[in-house]
C-alpha cells in the first residue's frame, strides 16, 4: 500500500502556495472561505469536489455555517455532539460514506451519495464534508485521501496558529490591565499639585513612556522643612518600577531621618536585595533634599543629574556627588549645603530631560538652562511647564522624564 501511495502524481497533492495559505487563513477565512478555495485548488479539482459544508462546534452541536453548491436554507441546520457521524470523524480524522451512510439531514437535502468528511483542529473545531464523484478503487480512495489529510493537517496548523495569536493577546491584555494598573499605582503614590511650604512655590511634573516608570519624585513636610525627593531607577521594566515603589516607601518612612542616614539606609537595602553576578542588577541615582523657610537647604547626591541653581547672575550647577545607590555596600554619602534667595530658582531633574534626542542630537544641559533663565522670574508651574513644552519635538524620547522646580517667593 505504501509503495501504491508513494507514486500518486503530484495533483492530487496540495501545492506549496495552497498549503502556505490555508495554514494562514484566520477564523473568518475559514468559516467563509475554505470551501471556495479548497474546491478551485488544482488537487481540490483533481478529486472532484462537486459540493460541501462546513460544519462548526458550538456547544453540544455541530452546525452548519458555510455551504458550496448548495441551497442557502441548510445554513444553520445541526446535529447533536454525540452523533454517529461525529464520532467517526474524531476516531478517524477522515472518513469517506457513501449513499448508504448518509445522515438524515443528508438525505432530506439529496446529498452524501459520495462524500469525505473531514476533521479540521485539535479538538474537532469544525467539519469539512466534502461530495465528490463516485469512484471505485483503493488507489482513487488513496489519491483522495491524500488531498484530504493534506487539508485537514494545513487547516489544522491555522486553527493552532489561531489559537495561540488568541492566547497571546489574551495574555497580553491581562499584561496590560496589570500595568495598567500598577502604573495608577504608581500615580497615587506621586505627589499632585503644589506642596504647602511658606514662602516657597515648588512644582514637579513626572510623564512616563509607558504604563510603569523608574523615575520618582515626592514632597514630605516634617520638622518644619520640607524635603524633596528625586530618584531615577536603572532600566525600564516592571522590576525597576517595582524598585522605585521599594525606594519611595524607604524614604517616606525615613523622614525623621537626617539626609546622609537615609541615603545610606536605601544603598544597603538595594546591596542586600540583588544579585552581584546579576547582569539585571538594579542601581539608583537619588537626590535628597532638606529646604528650611529661610531657604537654607542641605542635600545628598548619590550618582544624581546635578541640580541647576537658576539666579540673577546665570545658571550654575551644583557639580557634586556620590556614588550611585546599589553599588557598594559600604558606600558613604555626603551632605552638601546651598541657600535661596528672593526669586532664586532650583531644579532636580532626571537624565531623560538632557539625553532626550532629534535627530542624533540631546537635548542637553545648555539648552535646558537657556530655557530656564528664559522663563525663571514666571512661576514654578509655568517654568517646568515650558521645558516640557520644548521636549515635545523630541521624538526620540525613550526615558521617563521628572522636573522638580523650587523656588523662593519672599
Not at 478517524?92 to 432530506?108: C, L, S
Not at 524614604?251 to 553576578?277: A, C, Q, T
Amino acid at each position: 500500500m505504501d509503495n501504491k501511495i508513494a507514486k500518486i502524481p503530484t495533483r492530487y497533492v496540495l501545492s506549496d502556495k495552497a498549503k502556505r495559505t490555508i495554514s494562514g487563513f484566520n477564523r473568518e477565512a475559514i468559516e467563509n472561505g475554505l470551501l471556495e478555495y479548497v474546491s478551485q485548488t488544482q488537487a481540490g479539482k483533481k478529486i472532484g469536489i462537486k459540493s460541501g459544508r462546513l460544519w462548526k462546534k458550538e456547544g453540544n452541536k455541530y452546525r452548519i455555517i458555510d455551504k458550496l453548491g448548495m441551497d442557502d436554507s441548510i445554513i444553520g441546520l445541526s446535529i447533536p455532539e454525540d452523533h454517529e457521524h461525529v464520532r467517526n470523524v474524531k476516531s478517524h480524522q477522515i472518513v469517506f460514506n457513501t449513499k448508504k451512510d448518509r445522515m438524515d439531514i443528508e438525505k432530506e437535502l439529496d446529498v452524501g451519495n459520495c462524500y469525505v468528511e473531514i476533521s479540521l483542529g485539535l479538538n474537532t473545531e469544525y467539519i469539512l464534508a466534502l461530495d465528490l464523484p463516485k469512484a471505485f478503487g483503493k488507489k482513487i480512495k488513496a489519491m483522495r485521501y491524500i488531498t484530504c489529510n493534506d487539508i485537514s493537517r494545513n487547516v489544522s496548523l491555522a486553527l493552532a496558529k489561531i489559537d495561540e495569536t488568541d492566547k497571546l493577546k489574551k495574555d497580553q491584555g491581562k499584561l496590560k490591565g496589570l500595568l495598567k494598573g500598577a502604573g495608577e499605582l504608581q500615580n497615587s503614590i506621586l505627589p499632585h499639585g503644589h506642596p504647602d511650604f511658606f514662602g516657597f512655590d515648588v512644582y514637579g511634573i513626572n510623564k512616563r513612556v509607558h504604563d510603569l516608570g523608574g523615575d520618582y519624585y515626592d514632597f514630605i513636610a516634617h520638622n518644619d522643612k520640607l524635603r524633596i525627593a528625586i530618584a531615577d531607577v536603572a532600566g525600564k521594566d516592571p522590576a525597576s518600577s517595582i524598585l522605585m515603589t521599594a525606594v519611595h516607601a524607604g524614604v517616606s518612612m525615613g523622614k525623621n531621618e537626617d539626609i546622609e542616614s537615609m541615603m545610606r539606609i536605601l544603598n544597603l537595602y538595594l546591596n542586600d536585595h540583588s544579585n552581584p553576578d546579576d547582569n539585571m542588577r538594579r542601581f539608583v541615582t537619588a537626590i535628597l533634599l532638606d529646604l528650611n523657610k529661610e531657604g537654607g537647604f542641605e542635600y545628598v547626591n548619590a550618582g544624581h543629574e546635578y541640580p541647576l541653581l537658576l539666579l540673577n547672575e546665570g545658571p550654575f550647577e551644583l557639580k557634586d556627588n556620590d556614588i550611585l545607590l546599589g553599588f557598594i555596600p559600604e558606600a558613604s554619602y555626603m551632605k552638601r549645603y546651598g541657600n535661596l534667595r528672593k526669586d532664586d530658582v532650583l531644579l532636580l531633574y532626571t537624565d531623560g530631560i538632557v539625553e532626550a534626542t532629534k535627530n542624533g542630537e540631546h537635548f542637553g544641559i545648555d539648552r535646558l538652562k537657556e530655557i530656564a533663565m528664559d522663563y525663571r522670574k514666571e512661576p514654578s508651574e509655568v517654568i517646568v511647564t515650558k521645558i516640557f513644552n520644548a521636549l515635545d519635538g523630541y521624538q526620540d524620547i525613550e526615558d521617563d522624564r521628572t522636573i522638580v522646580s523650587i523656588k523662593k517667593e519672599i
